[in-house]
């Protein structure tokens, strides 16, 4: 029935992707692109500012001649393209921008006015009231059954429950989500479809998840990287360059006394400057933030898609992110002299109060195996938490001490040695890539607990393709140095750092950052938050706890750690999509030259008609194609610049060779077919 109620997996995916040429995008952005002509709002691109101040300008001199009664044809059609060239530019932009609405407003539909039931009492689930979800504050406590939607974003805190998160990642299989562990957090919007869960509201209204993702994908919060600011200085003192360029040239002209008019300058001035990347590059921005929606990445700023483009070292938590995570107790391995029944006992007082998937499987093992079944808390217990510095949990019960964790942490903590025979049951485990957890009554080694987790599967193939990549890849985990190689292995990692801390995460990082390097991380655990927030890209997965989400950069949905790689190709599509396209534009000009500059002093200068290489027919002819082509490559590159140029693995050179040969050379070239076939067209109709 379940599965019949949701939409198949991947297809609510593809409904929140909008089409590059959907009608209900393109009839949004036209006017969107009109509201942009604000000069208010342009001063922020001074190619297109100073192209919209040029337009201005030509348009009153062609109102002036017409009043005038002079000739006012070929200035208002220079003005008239000119502002097309304005507008072409802020159409790529708001398109761009209008795919990114499109699926916030998906988005939106997802967010939830529901009442919740606010928890009266936090230990009483029967004592709740309804609560508007707008109303919730942080730190509130509300029940979530089956058949509720989550009201807000929260940690739960007790209970377990399937979450239907198709709302938010597009897919419909459901989730677990639990107390304890990497599996805590819940986002608002979300369905539960079984069992019931008291979630702590961690986010305040007007500040979730959801609204977070929806601000991004329009666009609201995105902020210029520093490559495009630079990029807008270099194109900054291109326009002034030129613009000096083309005054001289008044003074060129007057020496032989013809002096080009205004409207001709002014022709010029455009068609030199970089209008093209210069109208693209917003476009080229946003559209890669859109991208990494359609893989179901948010990203929270544009700096850290340009930086996942330059990674060159990844940290990954291994627990949930290379591993599904969900370890679960295969065996009791006795010490000599010890029953496995008495290490099961031992095991069942040290677990009581672990609320981890990990200690309820063993809970449930030694049910299944010994048919031990465990007591309630005693109120008189004292509980020995678990912390991630000394990596040993338990309990205190009726003075007996109850202890279990790592096996070389609780060996010390209890000074006492391990036994041969339980040192190669240890070894074994580890080997056998299962985490070995030692068992102790009243420092008294019993023996240990064989706990197995479960490598992804094709995760292995996806790092050997980052490896192609040129990105090393480090596995950090908290289990000992065997267990450790033994997933490694399996997983295909370049390295691993074993029995590694918050504070060991957070060295190793830095020590690469030393070096020069951009350093990615992947996590899912609060534990992992010091480190996601440190790396210069730090991917946080959607089923991990609040912190974690907090403090990475960006947050999978799809909570696959190997989705780096389409992150990293995202990336660098993007630096390569804005290079080539620079590329592109500026080598435009040179065809530019060939059409304008023999137009405008042909007359003092018969000998420049030998520049004419595109035989156009007449010097405004060739003005007038001049503008038309500078103003149509804009649209034409629209597709492209959302779209990104294709990514494929290479060196630097390679690449620097291939975007010389396919955009340089193109660049080059075809001006000189547009400016002639759009010649031959003015000719043909008699335009000029």
Avoid at 99 to 115: M, Q
Avoid at 166 to 192: K, W
Avoid at 429 to 442: C, F, H, N
Avoid at 544 to 572: C, F, H, W, Y
Wanted: hydrophobic fraction near 50%; charged fraction near 20%.
């Amino acid at each position: 029935m379940l599965e019949h109620s949701m939409p198949p997996q991947g297809e609510a995916r593809r409904a929140l992707v909008p089409s590059l040429l959907d009608p209900a995008i393109l009839s949004r952005a036209v006017p969107a692109a009109i509201r942009k002509l604000n000069p208010l709002t342009l001063v922020r691109n001074p190619v297109i500012f100073t192209t919209e101040v040029v337009s201005a300008l030509v348009t009153a001199l062609a109102v002036q001649a017409a009043v005038q009664g002079g000739a006012w044809g070929f200035p208002a059609g220079i003005a008239a393209w000119l502002w097309l060239t304005v507008l072409f530019a802020t159409f790529a932009e708001a398109v761009a921008e209008g795919r990114g609405r499109a699926r916030a407003e998906s988005l939106r539909r997802a967010r939830t006015e529901t009442a919740a039931k606010l928890l009266l009492r936090g230990d009483d689930r029967t004592l709740w009231q309804p609560r508007a979800a707008t109303e919730l504050r942080v730190g509130d406590l509300v029940l979530v059954e089956a058949g509720d939607l989550v009201p807000s974003d929260g940690e739960v805190i007790e209970g377990i429950a399937s979450v239907n998160e198709a709302a938010v990642t597009g897919e419909s299989a459901p989730v677990i989500r639990e107390s304890g562990g990497d599996r805590s957090a819940v986002t608002g919007g979300t369905l539960v479809v079984s069992d019931w869960l008291v979630v702590r509201i961690t986010a305040a209204p007007g500040s979730t998840f959801l609204d977070r993702m929806i601000s991004l994908v329009e666009g609201a919060s995105r902020q210029k990287t520093p490559n495009e600011i630079a990029l807008d200085i270099l194109l900054a003192g291109m326009t002034i360059i030129f613009l000096i360029a083309v005054v001289t040239l008044v003074g060129l002209a007057s020496w032989n006394g013809q002096p080009p008019s205004v409207t001709v300058l002014a022709a010029l001035l455009i068609t030199l400057i970089p209008t093209t990347i210069g109208g693209l590059l917003s476009a080229i921005g946003i559209a890669g933030m859109d991208r990494l929606v359609r893989f179901n990445v948010m990203a929270t700023s544009g700096r850290a898609v340009e930086a996942a483009g330059d990674v060159d070292v990844l940290l990954l938590d291994k627990t949930g992110t290379i591993t599904f995570g969900n370890r679960a107790c295969a065996g009791f391995h006795a010490a000599p002299g010890v029953t496995e029944y008495a290490l099961a006992q031992a095991a069942v007082f040290a677990s009581l109060a672990d609320e981890t998937p990990e200690g309820r499987s063993i809970l449930a093992f030694a049910r299944e195996r010994h048919a031990l079944v465990a007591p309630a808390l005693p109120e008189a217990a004292q509980v020995v938490p678990f912390t991630a510095q000394t990596r040993i949990s338990g309990l205190d019960l009726d003075g007996t001490r109850y202890r279990k964790g790592a096996v070389d942490s609780l060996v010390k903590a209890e000074g006492t040695t391990l036994p041969p025979e339980l040192a190669q049951a240890v070894d074994r485990i580890a080997r056998q890539g299962a985490t070995p957890l030692a068992v102790a009554k009243d420092g008294v080694l019993l023996g240990a607990i064989e706990l197995k987790d479960i490598v992804k599967p094709g995760i292995r193939e996806r790092f050997a393709s980052l490896r192609q990549m040129g990105i090393r890849t480090i596995m950090v985990t908290g289990d000992n140095r065997l267990t450790a190689a033994a997933i490694a292995a399996e997983a295909g990692v370049d390295d691993f750092l074993a029995e590694a801390t918050p504070e060991d995460k957070l060295r190793t990082i830095r020590a690469a950052q030393a070096e020069g390097r951009l350093v990615a991380m992947c996590g899912d655990g609060t534990n992992d938050a010091p480190a996601l927030a440190q790396a210069d890209v730090g991917m946080a997965m959607q089923t991990g706890t609040q912190a974690a989400r907090e403090a990475g950069n960006m947050v999978d949905l799809d909570s696959d750690p190997t989705k780096l790689i389409e992150v990293v190709e995202i990336g660098k599509q993007l630096l390569i999509t804005r290079g080539a396209l620079t590329t592109f534009s500026i080598a435009n000009d040179v065809a530019k030259y060939f059409a304008i500059l023999p137009a405008i002093f042909v007359a003092s200068y018969p000998e420049l008609q030998a520049l004419n290489v595109m035989h156009l027919a007449s010097p405004e002819s060739a003005i007038m194609s001049a503008v038309i082509f500078n103003a149509l490559i804009i649209v034409a590159l629209v597709p492209l610049a959302l779209r990104g140029v294709g990514y494929a693995p290479m060196g630097a050179a390679a690449l620097l060779r291939r975007n010389l040969l396919v955009y340089g050379l193109g660049g080059l070239v075809a001006p000189f077919i547009g400016i002639k076939l759009i010649d031959l067209i003015l000719t043909l109709i008699g335009a000029v």
